[in-house]
């Protein structure tokens, strides 16, 4: 497979092309322009390797050289961001200049306020002309400007929703693209009193394989979110969701018990979780996941600074026939249950009493026999996502002995496959 160019590369590409700031001459026929011999198919491989470049010289080629334009700008125009980006009304520019430069946009970032900045045009006009998108990102702080996304026309598989407030439009949006595999939303109202609005339709979202949600701090954190927006058990294989309540966090695993394959939740510990909810795949309790192979759990206490670890809550019932496919699991602590796991006490002295974090490895190789690799990390940050993480690892060897733990890398997304 060829490998992405390099800065180097884009400059002998560029110098190959004799791009600058010149007007246009058409070389002789005779001439040795190898780039421009190339079967239309090649040029297209060779643009492809472009896609997402903002660099000066490739926006100056759809310009000077006729021959090229049609891959320069399939290039220059694959990704495209409107309304937050300082080439927002650059864009806005080109694309009113020349409408048929948005069915070349596959990838769009939306910030939507009161309209498009420098756009003249009504906003349902402009996203008519964005024929051929395959992923969509909107940030609005006007939850009615979401409504507008049911006019654009193509079939999206991406969609991520973004703004400050929860829009009342999300159902009819969602049914306006029935291709979406990826749906993520993620809302930080400024009011407390305001709510999702619930995505129950069976009609919508056929294919939807992924769901992300985020929810934020400054809701009430007896406020059950996930059953406010989402209720009803859509095709999801992989669910992700920030700040999930106790509560809530039983029924989504309920609801996506049957199709889920990985699982990436940020649990709020409250008063309302057990003792028993201190280790993390106890969200696996009296349910079957046939089908799910990696799960990953990070808590956030807030300001309790009571860790429950007791040994006796480690096993679950029947763990066999529970996740009988799964292999690995992951979970990020903060550092006072990094204490209790390793038998710190709580005065800080360096004198383990009970290294729980042994025996939790132990008790959940012996009861999960697909379970390859156990990962345990400090979560240093409480909100922000990290995509690797140095933690303590335990393995499955081959001759089925239990090692660990070593003191490595966790890239989470590799462990999740």
Same mark, same amino acid.
């Given at each position: 497979?060829?490998?992405?160019?390099?800065?180097?590369?884009?400059?002998?590409?560029?110098?190959?092309?004799?791009?600058?700031?010149?007007?246009?001459?058409?070389?002789?026929?005779?001439?040795?322009?190898?780039?421009?011999?190339?079967?239309?198919?090649?040029?297209?491989?060779?643009? +492809?390797?472009?896609?997402?470049?903002?660099?000066?010289?490739?926006?100056?080629?759809?310009?000077?050289?006729?021959?090229?334009?049609?891959?320069?700008?399939?290039?220059?125009?694959?990704?495209?961001?409107?309304?937050?980006?300082?080439?927002?009304?650059?864009?806005?520019?080109?694309?009113?200049?020349?409408?048929?430069?948005?069915?070349?946009?596959?990838?769009?970032?939306?910030?939507?306020?009161?309209?498009? $900045?420098?756009?003249?045009?009504?906003?349902?006009?402009?996203?008519?002309?964005?024929?051929?998108?395959?992923?969509?990102?909107?940030?609005?702080?006007?939850?009615?400007?979401?409504?507008?996304?049911?006019?654009?026309?193509?079939?999206?598989?991406?969609?991520?929703?973004?703004?400050?407030?929860?829009? $009342?439009?999300?159902?009819?949006?969602?049914?306006?693209?029935?291709?979406?595999?990826?749906?993520?939303?993620?809302?930080?109202?400024?009011?407390?009193?305001?709510?999702?609005?619930?995505?129950?339709?069976?009609?919508?979202?056929?294919? &939807?394989?992924?769901?992300? &949600?985020?929810?934020?701090?400054?809701?009430?954190?007896?406020?059950?979110?996930?059953?406010?927006?989402?209720?009803?058990?859509?095709?999801?294989?992989?669910?992700?969701?920030?700040?999930?309540?106790?509560?809530?966090?039983?029924?989504?695993?309920?609801?996506?018990?049957?199709?889920?394959?990985?699982?990436?939740?940020?649990?709020?510990?409250?008063?309302?979780?057990?003792?028993?909810?201190?280790?993390?795949?106890?969200?696996?309790?009296?349910?079957?996941?046939?089908?799910?192979?990696?799960?990953?759990?990070?808590?956030?206490?807030?300001?309790?600074?009571?860790?429950? +670890?007791?040994?006796?809550?480690?096993?679950?019932?029947?763990?066999?026939?529970?996740?009988?496919?799964?292999?690995?699991?992951?979970?990020?602590?903060?550092?006072?249950?990094?204490?209790?796991?390793?038998?710190?006490?709580?005065? +800080?002295?360096?004198? $383990?009493?009970?290294?729980?974090?042994?025996?939790?490895?132990?008790?959940?190789?012996?009861?999960?026999?697909? &379970?390859?690799?156990?990962?345990?990390?400090?979560?240093?940050?409480?909100?922000?996502?990290?995509?690797?993480?140095?933690?303590?690892?335990?393995?499955?060897?081959?001759?089925?002995?239990?090692?660990?733990?070593?003191?490595?890398?966790?890239?989470?997304?590799?462990?999740? +496959?």
């Amino acid at each position: 497979m060829l490998e992405k160019p390099s800065e180097r590369q884009h400059i002998g590409l560029a110098a190959s092309l004799y791009v600058s700031e010149t007007p246009h001459v058409e070389p002789p026929a005779n001439q040795d322009s190898h780039l421009l011999r190339l079967p239309s198919e090649l040029l297209s491989m060779v643009f +492809g390797y472009l896609v997402g470049e903002k660099k000066a010289w490739l926006s100056r080629l759809t310009t000077v050289c006729k021959s090229l334009l049609s891959e320069a700008e399939s290039a220059l125009y694959h990704e495209m961001c409107l309304g937050i980006s300082p080439d927002a009304s650059n864009n806005m520019r080109r694309i009113t200049e020349k409408p048929s430069r948005a069915a070349l946009v596959r990838k769009l970032v939306l910030g939507l306020y009161c309209g498009l $900045p420098g756009s003249g045009d009504p906003l349902k006009a402009v996203l008519l002309l964005f024929t051929n998108l395959h992923w969509l990102r909107i940030f609005s702080t006007n939850p009615g400007m979401f409504e507008h996304l049911v006019h654009i026309p193509s079939r999206l598989r991406v969609l991520e929703l973004t703004g400050s407030d929860y829009t $009342p439009h999300i159902e009819g949006v969602l049914a306006a693209h029935p291709d979406v595999e990826h749906l993520a939303i993620v809302f930080a109202p400024n009011r407390q009193d305001d709510h999702p609005h619930p995505i129950s339709r069976p009609d919508i979202l056929p294919k &939807l394989k992924s769901l992300v &949600l985020k929810f934020y701090p400054q809701m009430p954190p007896e406020k059950d979110l996930f059953m406010a927006s989402v209720r009803y058990p859509y095709p999801v294989s992989h669910l992700s969701v920030t700040l999930i309540s106790h509560d809530d966090l039983i029924y989504a695993m309920d609801l996506f018990a049957e199709t889920l394959v990985t699982v990436n939740l940020v649990r709020k510990m409250d008063a309302r979780c057990a003792v028993e909810c201190f280790w993390p795949t106890h969200v696996l309790a009296e349910k079957r996941f046939p089908r799910l192979q990696h799960l990953r759990i990070s808590d956030l206490y807030g300001h309790s600074p009571v860790r429950h +670890g007791r040994t006796e809550t480690i096993a679950l019932p029947g763990s066999r026939d529970t996740a009988p496919v799964l292999r690995s699991v992951v979970w990020g602590a903060d550092q006072p249950t990094m204490n209790t796991l390793r038998g710190l006490p709580d005065t +800080g002295a360096e004198v $383990p009493i009970e290294n729980f974090m042994d025996c939790y490895a132990r008790v959940l190789f012996e009861s999960i026999p697909t &379970l390859k690799r156990l990962g345990i990390y400090h979560r240093a940050e409480r909100y922000r996502e990290i995509e690797e993480a140095v933690g303590e690892v335990y393995m499955q060897a081959e001759n089925g002995c239990l090692t660990g733990p070593t003191h490595e890398m966790i890239n989470f997304e590799q462990w999740r +496959g």
